[in-house]
Structure formats: C-alpha cells, structure tokens
C-alpha cells in the first residue's frame, strides 16, 4: 500500500534551518508529482509547494518563495524540503502528499498523505 513517511520536523529558532523528508513505497514514485503542505492550529491546511515527478517543474507559495527548496531523489524514492529563513509564522505541522489530479495548490488533488511532521519556529 501506498506510504509516506515524513521526518525531519523540530523546534527551531527564528532565522534558523530545517530540512524534512518524506520516504514513499508502495507506488512508483518517480511516475508521480509530490507536494507538500502545512496546517498550523486552527488553520486551514495551506499549499507550500509541489515538484514534478522528474524535479524540472517546482512551484512554491508566495509565502515561503526565496525561502524554501524542494527536491527530490527518485533512486531513494524521497521528496525533500529544505527551510531556510524560518519565521514564527511557519509554524505547522507539514505534510507530503501525492499528487493526482486538479492544481497543484488543491489539497483535493493529493490523493495519499504522510502523518505529517511538526515544526516549530521560535521567536
């Protein structure tokens, strides 16, 4: 069955990095576009950004842009994103999905989701 497994998440200073991964099995992974979201408390969960499934096409929010990279290595079947320049507002707990269908920012086109991972950006 279809599984994402995300890690990386952890308490952080503002200013200061993080890198999250997200394993996949289950799927041929390299077939597939990945995105990732966040959800902070009390908030809808929001597009960070989406990787094509060859890594030539990658669109990010306007809110993490300049910020935020993601990658990803198809040999190791894992999606990758890469925070720098963390704020308080980043906050959340962040999600890797796989996309399926519709736009890349409509949660409804992800049909597969990890557990999510917390990140936590101090003041």
């Known amino acids: 069955q279809v599984q994402l497994v995300e890690s990386g998440g952890g308490l952080v200073q503002a200013g200061g990095s993080l890198r999250l991964s997200c394993a996949a099995s289950?799927?041929?992974?390299?077939?597939?576009?990945m995105g990732w979201f966040r959800q902070a408390p009390g908030k809808e969960r929001e597009f960070v950004g989406r990787?094509?499934?060859?890594?030539?096409?990658?669109d990010y929010s306007d809110s993490v842009k300049g910020r935020f990279t993601i990658s990803r290595d198809n040999a190791k079947n894992t999606e990758y994103l890469q925070m720098n320049s963390l704020k308080p507002e980043d906050t959340a707990v962040y999600y890797c999905?796989?996309?399926?269908?519709?736009?890349?920012?409509?949660?409804?086109?992800?049909?597969?989701w990890g557990q999510g991972t917390q990140v936590t950006v101090s003041s």
């Open positions: 289950g799927f041929g992974f390299r077939n597939y576009a």
């Open positions: 990787i094509s499934w060859n890594g030539e096409s990658i």
């Open positions: 999905a796989r996309h399926f269908s519709r736009a890349h920012y409509d949660p409804a086109g992800y049909d597969s």
